[in-house]
């Protein structure tokens, strides 16, 4: 008994310092965008509130883990229904429900580092992404940078939360086959649209991430 008791005492501890928080997407104060800027064509800005995530934060080892998606649905572009549209039949090929689809991000261990309150703690790391289920055509992951600042209970709501801003640059759309030359009913369009849409651009998360 005194050697369970004792082994207890050791793993307890350690089981405590992992905390698990989530980011509500019907909160609407989280955030993703997406600008695809093409030189001799349009800028697109494609953004979302509803970013929803689960995270879990071992303050142990200062890393992180967890899952954020955006549901494509959420997703509007320039503000315009045509646009928007586009964008759904682009990403989902026209082959499965808008409705059913998500941009999805799932990682394990990325090093935050201790939190200290109100300070930016810088990150990088290599995540993958899904779009529709679909992972990058050469399986690698994006390289995401960020920063994550802790806000102790009643500086910022009475929960803890962790607000955290990340940016891909570089993320290559037709890496993930989103774009008219994928996409049924589209093929004839595909020379007309290469210079007006950047097939790359900057993907920005803003996060606000309440403990449970």
Same mark, same amino acid.
């Given at each position: 008994?005194?050697?369970?008791?004792?082994?207890?005492?050791?793993?307890?501890?350690?089981?405590?310092?992992?905390?698990?928080?989530?980011?509500?997407?019907?909160? /609407?104060?989280?955030?993703?965008?997406?600008?695809?800027?093409?030189?001799?064509?349009?800028?697109?800005?494609?953004?979302?509130?509803?970013?929803?995530?689960?995270?879990?934060?071992?303050?142990?080892?200062?890393?992180?883990?967890?899952?954020?998606?955006?549901?494509?649905?959420?997703?509007?572009?320039?503000?315009?229904?045509?646009?928007?549209?586009?964008?759904?039949?682009?990403?989902?090929?026209? &082959?499965?429900?808008?409705?059913?689809?998500?941009?999805?991000?799932?990682?394990?261990?990325?090093?935050?580092?201790?939190?200290?309150?109100?300070?930016?703690?810088?990150?990088?790391?290599?995540?993958?992404?899904?779009?529709? /289920?679909?992972?990058?055509?050469?399986?690698?992951?994006?390289?995401?940078?960020?920063?994550?600042?802790?806000?102790?209970?009643?500086? @910022?709501?009475?929960? &803890?939360?962790?607000?955290?801003?990340?940016?891909?640059?570089?993320?290559?759309?037709?890496? @993930?086959?989103?774009?008219?030359?994928?996409?049924?009913?589209?093929?004839?369009?595909?020379?007309?649209?290469?210079?007006?849409?950047?097939?790359?651009?900057?993907?920005?998360?803003?996060?606000?991430?309440?403990?449970?």
């Amino acid at each position: 008994m005194n050697r369970l008791a004792a082994a207890l005492a050791a793993v307890l501890p350690l089981a405590a310092a992992a905390e698990e928080l989530t980011v509500a997407p019907e909160a /609407g104060n989280s955030g993703f965008s997406a600008v695809f800027d093409a030189a001799l064509g349009e800028r697109i800005n494609a953004v979302s509130s509803a970013v929803g995530c689960e995270l879990r934060l071992d303050e142990r080892t200062g890393t992180a883990s967890g899952r954020c998606a955006v549901p494509l649905a959420s997703i509007t572009v320039d503000a315009d229904a045509t646009k928007s549209e586009h964008f759904r039949d682009w990403a989902t090929n026209k &082959k499965s429900d808008p409705k059913a689809c998500r941009l999805e991000a799932v990682f394990d261990g990325v090093q935050v580092g201790p939190l200290a309150a109100e300070q930016a703690a810088p990150f990088t790391a290599a995540i993958p992404f899904t779009v529709c /289920g679909r992972a990058r055509a050469d399986g690698g992951k994006e390289k995401v940078v960020g920063t994550a600042v802790l806000f102790p209970p009643g500086s @910022y709501g009475e929960r &803890k939360t962790i607000r955290i801003r990340a940016t891909i640059a570089g993320f290559d759309r037709e890496a @993930y086959r989103i774009g008219p030359r994928f996409t049924d009913g589209w093929l004839a369009r595909v020379q007309q649209l290469a210079k007006v849409v950047a097939p790359t651009g900057t993907v920005e998360l803003s996060l606000f991430a309440k403990a449970k």
